[in-house]
Every structure is written in C-alpha cells, then in structure tokens.
C-alpha cells in the first residue's frame, strides 16, 4: 500500500482534479453570454472540491476533538 505523505496522494483529491480539468476545457466552449455567469460559478465550485480537500487534510490537531463541555 502507498504511504500518503500529501493531500495530493489522497485519491478523491487526484479524481477531483481530473474533474477540474475537464470543467476547464468544457467551460471553453460555452457562449459570451454564459462567461459571467455559469462559467463563473463552475470554475469556483471545481476549485473549491480541491481547495477544500486539501484544507481538511491539514487539519489534524487534537485539540479539534475536544469539546467544551
């Protein structure tokens, strides 16, 4: 088994970059009028998939798991 040293050995964040990708060239070919809308919130929601992984894989301390009680 592979040893997962950064978030960009995790597999869903490999698969969620594929899929920005193919969001990039897909958003290519809509039209002008698109550009400001759609285009616009396809490129933020695919960025965020990866941008979100990678956070949550940063987040190991433990003082996340206490709770006040």
């Known amino acids: ?3 997962i ?3 960009e050995d995790l597999k869903c964040w490999q698969a969620a ?3 920005r990708k ?3 060239i897909l958003i290519k070919e ?4 698109e ?13 965020s998939v990866t941008h979100n992984i990678a956070e949550g894989y940063g987040r190991f ?3 996340e798991k ?3 009680l």
């Open 17 to 19: 970059r594929e899929i």
């Open 61 to 63: 301390h433990f003082k």
């Open 35 to 47: 550009k400001f809308e759609l285009v616009s919130q396809m490129r933020r929601a695919s960025r």
């Open 30 to 33: 809509f039209p002008d009028y």
């Open 1 to 3: 088994m592979d040893k």
């Open 66 to 68: 206490c709770s006040i």
């Open 22 to 24: 193919q969001v990039s």
């Open 5 to 7: 040293k950064t978030f």
